[in-house]
């Protein structure tokens, strides 16, 4: 059974830095992009961040790059989120999902919607800024 599992999230003032883990299990990490996505009350669920654990190739979304940065360990089956110069707009619960192939293959899905769907969600971890 595919399982994952978020963490590292919490209350930070702006301009703080955080580090989201996604710990998986059930499944190895040979083919398979691992995405970030997030969730703020009264929005639609944004794409933030993907990698391919095949070949490193990596996504961020607009509105994180320079600030955010991907990475996995894939020995210990876990994807971290480095989220640095924070904002209280990147507020929001985040999840991390999992799909096979690699994050190419969920242009869509990443960008604002459309299929494929990863398939495999965490349960999510609460992010707060303040301002």
């Known amino acids: 059974e595919v399982q994952l599992v978020e963490s590292g999230g919490g209350l930070v003032q702006a301009g703080g830095s955080l580090r989201l883990s996604c710990a998986a299990s059930?499944?190895?990490?040979?083919?398979?992009?691992i995405g970030w996505f997030r969730q703020a009350p009264g929005k639609e669920r944004e794409g933030v961040s993907c990698?391919?654990?095949?070949?490193?190739?990596?996504y961020y979304a607009d509105s994180v790059k320079g600030r955010f940065t991907i990475s996995s360990d894939n020995a210990k089956n876990t994807v971290y989120l480095q989220m640095n110069s924070l904002k209280p707009e990147d507020t929001a619960v985040y999840y991390c999902?999992?799909?096979?192939?690699?994050?190419?293959?969920?242009?869509?899905?990443?960008?604002?919607?459309?299929?494929?769907?990863?398939?495999?969600w965490g349960q999510g971890t609460q992010v707060t800024v303040s301002s």
């Open positions: 059930g499944f190895t990490f040979d083919d398979y992009a």
């Open positions: 990698i391919s654990s095949s070949d490193g190739s990596t």
């Open positions: 999902a999992a799909g096979p192939d690699r994050c190419d293959s969920y242009y869509y899905t990443l960008r604002g919607g459309g299929p494929p769907d990863f398939g495999s």
